[in-house]
């Protein structure tokens, strides 16, 4: 099993600059322990990020072709890409979105997302263990566990 797992804008940064809200990791770290913890689970991710809305969409069309399941963190184009979230409704799998800070927690303008509606689910403010849990939720759900 493939799943997809994107990062938007600025998530290159991780680890450099405010540690204080997105944590110490590099995002190569998050994403080369959540490939091993997927790996036991026996499936393959396939992490990529980008600061470029129209390339994360492409990324999303191509999901649909051949992964069985996405997890992102769009950053701030959570709060207003209705591109994103038009991608999102127009392909067949599941998607998880993450965030590393309590996105209610913080900004007014950071408390809508726009495109939680056509997720299967949401894990704001755990840090980066957040793409873990988005994993097991996901692979929770491909497999029609109950609850
Ligand atoms: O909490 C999250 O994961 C966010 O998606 C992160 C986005 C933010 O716009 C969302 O509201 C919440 C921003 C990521 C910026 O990451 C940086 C990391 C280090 C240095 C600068 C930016």
Same mark, same amino acid.
């Given at each position: 099993?493939? $799943? ?9 940064? &991780? ?10 990791? /590099? ?17 393959? +991710? ?9 390339? &994360?969409?492409?990324?999303? *069309?191509? %999901? ?14 959570? *709060?207003?890409?209705?591109? +994103?979230?038009? %991608? ?16 209610? %927690? ?12 056509? /997720? ?18 996901? &692979? *929770?759900? $491909? ?5």
């Amino acid at each position: 099993m493939k $799943l997809m797992v994107l990062n938007g804008p600025n998530l290159n940064r &991780l680890g450099k600059r405010e540690p204080h809200i997105y944590g110490h990791k /590099t995002l190569e770290q998050i994403m080369n322990s959540l490939e091993s913890i997927a790996r036991e689970s026996g499936c393959e +991710i396939d992490a990529r990020q980008s600061n470029h809305e129209g390339e &994360l969409i492409d990324w999303i *069309h191509e %999901a649909a072709e051949g992964y069985s399941g996405l997890i992102l963190n769009a950053g701030a184009y959570t *709060h207003y890409s209705y591109a +994103i979230r038009d %991608a999102l409704a127009g392909v067949d799998i599941p998607a998880i979105e993450v965030h590393l800070s309590n996105i209610y %927690a913080r900004e007014s303008f950071r408390h809508t997302s726009v495109i939680s509606e056509v /997720t299967i689910g949401q894990i704001s403010g755990f840090g980066n263990i957040g793409y873990e849990l988005a994993l097991k939720g996901l &692979l *929770h759900y $491909l497999k029609g566990e109950e609850n």
